[in-house]
């Protein structure tokens, strides 16, 4: 069965980066695109970017750019969202999301990962 | 910019039925997609492309889009469907929008 699974929680101090990591499995990872979505604390869904997988092309949330970079790696079915120069307001839960497909070819943001906390303190 | 617009909260008692609301700021048509997100869980696609349910998605969950406005529907609501939920577009082939949820409480 599908499944995207994400490392654990970071602790990081202002300045630092952070690095998450997405692992799929269940099917073919070059075909679907994973998406990112960040939630701070008790706000909503912020979208953070995407990858293609098969590429390794991005887009990013103009917010972001500069300062988050997506990459991903075939051999490991492994994506990975990068974030640099962190601050407190960067404290968040870190979602990866992959997207699969209706019967039409329409992309939906069908399964979503567990999250990772990421924490920014001094 | 797209922006998409959600009432911070709705209450529905029991067995009643809940409805919210994505209103969207620009013309022309757009699909809706709704998730819910528990407590302390990650988010769940329940409806897609404005009408469609996923697979093990009840079917007391349903949609509808008109004009500027996406609905969620909940039928007969229980305390299980308190959660978050977020009204999602896609601003072109891959980029998203999310609205800023709306708390279902079920009192």
């Known amino acids: 069965q599908v499944q995207v699974v994400q490392s654990g929680a970071e602790v990081k101090k202002p300045g630092a980066s952070v690095k998450v990591s997405c692992k799929a499995s269940?099917?073919?990872?070059?075909?679907?695109?994973i998406h990112w979505v960040r939630q701070a604390p008790g706000q909503g869904l912020e979208w953070m970017g995407v990858?293609?997988?098969?590429?390794?092309?991005?887009t990013y949330a103009q917010k972001f750019q500069g300062r988050v970079a997506m990459t991903r790696d075939t051999s490991t079915s492994t994506v990975y969202m990068e974030l640099s120069s962190l601050r407190s307001e960067d404290t968040a839960i870190y979602y990866c999301?992959?997207?699969?497909?209706?019967?039409?070819?329409?992309?939906?943001?069908?399964?979503w990962g567990q999250g990772t906390l990421v924490s920014v303190s001094s | 910019s797209y922006d998409v617009i959600q009432p911070l909260s709705v209450s529905v008692a029991p067995g009643q039925t809940a409805r919210i609301t994505c209103g969207r700021n620009?013309?022309?048509?757009?699909?809706v997609h709704w998730h819910q997100q528990r407590p302390g869980q990650a988010p769940v696609l329940v409806i897609y492309?404005?009408?469609n349910r996923p697979s093990g998605i009840p079917e007391r969950f349903s949609g509808s889009n008109s004009g500027n406005t996406a609905t969620l529907t909940i039928s007969r609501a229980q305390a299980g469907d308190e959660a978050d939920y977020y009204c999602?577009?896609?601003?072109?082939?891959?980029?998203?929008?999310f609205g800023g949820g709306t708390k279902l409480t079920v009192l």
């Open positions: 990858i293609n997988p098969s590429a390794g092309s991005t």
């Open positions: 492309r404005d009408t």
């Open positions: 620009n013309t022309g048509t757009k699909n």
């Open positions: 999301a992959r997207v699969n497909y209706d019967k039409s070819g329409y992309p939906l943001l069908g399964y």
């Open positions: 999602q577009v896609w601003d072109s082939n891959t980029v998203v929008v």
């Open positions: 269940g099917y073919t990872f070059v075909n679907y695109y």
